[in-house]
């Protein structure tokens, strides 16, 4: 992705917030939170990075966990300190450190982290294989990546997943946003040019990672991946 597409898909991906979750439950047909339920179970405890915390979604139900978020969007690192902190403090637990950045240059020091996660951002990496050098390099030996992201199959899968967020989610978009020119028609374009799950099974195993595994959990919405550092 190019500097100015990316500045640009950070602009619209702020403009989400205020309706960020209640249009991702739509477009999931309300299954998102099952898939963030199944990427909590895959998280060894210890000391985690969130990759593209977004406002916190995903972060705010991560027990018993050192967590980390990152994220380049100050906007977003706000939301999600404001409330994964409230959720985390009502739970006892010490707060999260909120850290502006990206993958690609990630502002920690080699073997820091039990584990990587990033759920719905990794589409949107600038350069995917630096971002996945970085995160090999942050990671400690034998610690995991969880990834999850809508990929495609094939080009036949990616036409109807396309269909399916062009028409379908964008009208919803629409609707709720109350505006034509709503943010959500870059996760579309997002969508359009992110590759196939294979494709990310190649890149990490060469930028190093062992064990990588895919598993689809529901068709044109959500694969995981995940790997282990050497
Ligand atoms: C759609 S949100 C995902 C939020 C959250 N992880 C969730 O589960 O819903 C994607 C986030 O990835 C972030 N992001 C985009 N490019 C990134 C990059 N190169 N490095 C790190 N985060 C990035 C965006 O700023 C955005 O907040």
Not at 6 to 26: C, G, H, M, S
Not at 198 to 213: A, C, N, P, T
Request: glycine content about 8%; aromatic content about 10%.
């Amino acid at each position: 992705m190019r500097e100015e597409e990316w500045n640009e898909l950070q602009r619209n991906l702020e403009a989400t917030i205020p309706v960020y979750d209640k249009i991702n439950r739509f477009a999931t047909l309300g299954q998102v939170s099952r898939w963030r339920r199944m990427v909590r179970r895959m998280i060894p405890e210890g000391r985690v990075l969130e990759i593209g915390c977004g406002p916190g979604s995903f972060a705010e139900d991560l027990t018993g966990r050192d967590l980390v978020c990152l994220d380049p969007i100050p906007e977003m690192l706000k939301t999600a300190e404001i409330r994964v902190n409230e959720a985390r403090s009502s739970r006892g637990e010490s707060p999260a450190d909120f850290v502006e950045g990206t993958a690609e240059n990630l502002p920690f020091g080699e073997n820091s982290f039990d584990a990587v996660c990033t759920l719905f951002s990794f589409r949107d990496w600038f350069d995917k294989r630096l971002g996945l050098e970085e995160t090999l390099r942050v990671l400690k030996p034998g610690a995991p990546l969880v990834i999850i992201e809508p990929a495609k199959i094939n080009s036949i899968h990616g036409f109807l997943g396309h269909v399916w967020m062009k028409y379908w989610v964008a009208a919803y978009a629409r609707i709720v946003c109350g505006v034509k020119d709503h943010p959500w028609k870059w996760l579309t374009k997002t969508y359009l040019e992110f590759g196939t799950t294979r494709e990310y099974i190649e890149m990490l195993k060469q930028v190093g990672f062992v064990d990588v595994r895919s598993k689809l959990i529901f068709p044109g919405m959500a694969t995981i991946w995940d790997a282990k550092a050497p």
